[in-house]
């Protein structure tokens, strides 16, 4: 600072050089980032792990009655769920209305349905990220829990009031749960009925003697000769209402699914339900491989995938499979090996025909490997021959060579802890295979504070946004290496109150924050201190800037719980934009030939977007007879006679609250994009489109609140109309006057007879030699076409004289360019003398000879060449414009009869 004498500028410009632009999420240091809604959601029918069994999040929601959420919002909610290594609390349901879903399917067919944003554990480079569904990549390795033995205690099915069955029904035992076991697999619920189709006879039998103790319905067992398959029959009508309408049998194969209140039982109840559907459908053999097979195949997606999770659920790992069958789609839950005996051993099954398995094997399974370690086994140089062979990619580290290795490691190293977590985790990892969008649903979200994961159609998964994000969460895999959550080397300070430290904080809709976060606000502004969970307080210096807007201002400003967030709370104004070119720069940073393939925007249609936009945040001017449009152009620099930038700062003054009403730019390119997509034109986007687009979107706008508003901004467009007209006319009349020799003669010729003038003497003919009185005539002619009055034709001279005298002073020539408003006379004096030989009204009755299209082809190659138009945009507005002519023509014409 000596060196350049207190000048901070002059030390930035020639002192300071960047060294590096950081752009890394990692990296940046001193400026952070917090969104409240991040949209980080799953499917309503995800199938979360909980201390009720299997349920699907839209389930949690429903059984929130009064409390449910509104969109955007969290509600409270009590329930334990299956975290990444235990069982802890989820303490809110979070509800992000319908938004777009992606799905990622992985390697024996386990999917996950979620917004983009939502992230799952992988395995990357030997350490545990979280990744979302957005940045997954086909291979990348996420993380499915095994065995997670999430069961509920619901015992009993839905009341049988209003139908005529007795109580007993509602007991949901092993008998009942079998039952239903059977008649999801092979049976269904009609409108009078109840049937199951099978071949064997016991479970014929056991399906019509149950249904006369349990329901008291008398069934029947029909035959056809020559057929193996019979058909158990329970004829009552209220039977089938009630297991179609409460307990929830679907009718049709194709909409079948579990019943909600087995996904709910405990234990014992979904292993006897699974029994009687794999006793029902299910098919256990001995390939001739000699290998074990167990498949059960449905119609239904829904029930396929259900039963995938439940058998993952106990710990069982399956392939899920896809196959059309006469062009109707079939899913197949298939598990091979070992997997067949688990299946048999933990089923309590009823049929005897699984005698003619093979004994277990002890063979490893193809999903029991440990995937991306290779940076884990690079810190050991001294690793047998097999596993060197891992390092060169020409093997794969099972769990079982895993556990073989860790006898030849240190125990006490990190690396070795770490890996020995990786293998004793109940975590499968499996590779992605295909990622795919699905269309849009209703999007929900857990907040789990302790591990901030939890498990959701078996996939580990990050919970919704909770404080974390701000003061840092913990780190996965260094609990494996010390032990304990709470374990401060366990915890990556990596929360954004963490990286702004000795920086700036920017929150994202401040005021949209749950109380939670408000409370880590005000700690960090009050006495400048972060608390992250299991952790001591922690210093930070930064300064934190929130914006909102104002509807949720004046709700703080009520709120009188929020007392000591308003005292420190400082409000700044931040109106739209109200300069013309700063408009047009946001909708060019979406609309550009870059973003848009395809399809051409003409000149102009961004700025006669934002034109109109800017318009609607201005007031009336009260002063200098000004119009609205002449203050647009006043505020985005142009130059008009008379004003200065006093006359600017004075007109803003005079309207403070300027920007803080009117259309938003959301608005705006919401209507381009609309015009984007329109099939009015395939080939070009032009301002008409767009004005149409705006206009008729005002009907259905929800920030429009009264007619009177809306009539308003109408007529506004109709202004904004009437500005493009005269826009695209100057470019017209331009591309036909583009002939500069021509222009500077009729300059030259001007100013020759202007200086006589403003001299008071006379012009030598060029042809005759003799003098002559200067041309009034052709100054008049010229003057006239920027509306120079004859009352202040001499001083418009005298300006322009003196005008070329200055830049004579400044050793500069004059040049017709070099006056805005003398050039727009002389082009608009050299087009009258020109249309009439070049026709340009043929155009609109579309009758034009060979001649005359010469003539206009030149024309549009000087519209594209030097405006920007294309060949389809420049036709249309040759066309336009020659009909606004030809209306000129027509009405001039009616005046002179008159």
Known sequence: MRKYQGDWQQVVENHIRVRRVIFSEKDRIGIGTFQPKDEKCLHSLTLCATEHGLLPLQDLFLNLNGNRPKEGEFAPLQIVVQSVTKRTEASHLYFDGIKPMLEIQTKFGYSLIGTSNHRVMVLEDGELKWKRLGELREGDYVALYRGANSFGSNRTLLS???????????????????????????????????WFSNASEQLLQFFVEFGRKRFGVQGKIYRKKGHKVANAVLESKDLARWLASDVGVR??????????????????????????????????????????????????????KQVHLLLLNLGIVASLYKQVIDGKPYYSVVARGDSVCDLVETLPLRLKKRTDLAPRK????????????????????????????????????????????????????????????????????????KISPVGEAPAFDLSVPVWQAYVADGFVVHNSQDATELTGDINYRKIAIYGSESDPRAFDFD????????????????????????????????????????????????????????????????????????????????????????????????????????????????????????????????????????????YDGK????????????????????????????????????????????????????????????????????????????????????????????????????????????????????????????????????????????????????????????????????????????????????????????????FEDQKDSIRLSAIATGVVDKETQEKIDVIKARLIREYGYCEVCATDILTYVASIFARGDIKEREEARR
């Open 160 to 194: 049988v009031d209003g139908y005529s069955l007795p109580q007993s029904a509602t007991i949901l035992d092993e008998d009942m749960a079998y039952w239903l076991g059977l008649l999801v697999a092979d049976g269904s619920v009609t409108v009078f009925d109840v």
């Open 251 to 304: 009718r049709g194969a194709e909409s079948k699914q579990v019943p909600p209140a087995i996904l709910q039982a405990p234990k014992e109840i979904v292993l006897a339900f699974l029994a009687g559907l794999f006793d029902g459908d299910g098919c256990f053999r001995l390939k001739s491989n000699g290998v074990n097979e167990f498949t059960f195949s449905s119609a239904s997606k829904a029930l396929a």
């Open 362 to 433: 002890g063979s490893e399974a193809k999903w029991d490997i440990l995937p991306n370690v290779k940076p884990l086994l690079a810190e050991f140089p001294e690793l047998p021959y097999y596993f060197r062979r891992i390092l060169k990619s020409e093997r794969r580290l099972t769990r079982a060579k895993a556990k073989e290795l860790l006898t030849r490691l240190p125990s006490d190293n990190p690396t070795v802890r770490f890996l020995r977590w990786l293998v004793e985790a109940p975590i499968i990892w499996l590779p992605v295979q």
């Open 495 to 634: 929360g954004e109150f963490c990286i702004a430290n000795r920086g700036l904080l920017e929150f994202i809709e401040l005021l949209k924050l749950e109380t939670e976060f408000l409370y880590d606000l005000l700690g960090a502004t009050q006495e400048h201190v972060i608390k992250p969970r299991k952790f001591a307080q922690v210093d930070i210096d930064e300064v934190v800037i929130g914006h909102t807007n104002e509807p949720e201002y004046r709700k703080l400003q009520k709120n009188e719980y929020m007392e000591a967030l308003r005292d420190r709370t400082i409000k700044v104004d931040i109106p739209y934009v109200l300069k013309l070119s700063d408009e047009v720069k946001i909708y060019e940073k979406f609309f550009n030939p870059r973003r848009v393939k395809g399809k051409h925007i003409a000149p102009h249609t961004l700025e006669i977007a934002a034109m109109w936009a800017i318009l609607t945040r201005l007031e009336e001017p009260k002063k200098f007879n000004l119009t609205l449009m002449q203050k647009l152009k006043l």
């Open 639 to 830: 130059a008009l006679p008379g004003f200065t930038e006093d006359h600017v700062i004075e007109l803003r003054e005079e309207a403070p609250r300027e920007g803080m009403f009117g259309i938003s730019p959301r608005y705006v390119m919401d209507k381009i994009s609309n015009a984007l997509v329109s099939e009015e034109n395939p080939h070009c986007v032009n301002p008409f489109m767009v004005m149409k687009e705006l206009d008729e979107g005002l009907d259905h706008y929800s920030l429009v609140s009264t007619e009177e508003q809306r009539k308003r901004y109408r007529e506004l467009l109709a202004l904004v109309r009437q500005e493009y007209e005269e826009i695209i006319k100057n470019e017209v009349r331009r591309a036909i006057t583009a002939d500069e020799e021509a222009l500077k003669r009729l300059c030259q010729n001007y100013i020759e007879n202007v200086k006589a003038y403003v001299r008071g003497e006379k012009v030598r003919n060029r042809y005759t030699g003799e003098l002559e009185e200067p041309d009034e005539r052709l100054m008049r002619s010229i003057e006239e076409k920027i509306d120079i009055p004859e009352s202040r034709k001499d001083d418009f001279r005298r300006e322009i004289m003196n005008y070329i005298a200055s830049l004579a002073l400044e050793g500069k020539q004059f040049d017709y360019k070099s006056n805005e408003r003398l050039l727009r006379a002389l082009e608009l004096k050299l």
